[in-house]
């Protein structure tokens, strides 16, 4: 089971988003509250990706997990067949 940890908010990584301007407009345009979710032994999108991306988003919380690039979707298919 993978571990979950809470990785507070910073707002020191917009360098990464700002190459890319029109994705860091849409991110900033969000309103609804949004839950971000990364591990942090994704090889494939790097972790400071997913901080860039809570750090973009007006009161984005970032839930860091540890795992392999799809540890993700094996956490929400698992919790979808719960329901």
Known sequence: ????????????????????????EDLERIEAPTLVVHSRDDQVVPFHHGRAIASAVEGASLVAVTGDHMVVAGLLRRSCLRR
Request: glycine fraction near 4%.
């Open 1 to 24: 089971m993978p571990q979950i940890e809470y990785a507070p908010r910073t707002d020191d990584v917009g360098i990464e988003l700002n190459a890319v301007s029109s994705v860091k």
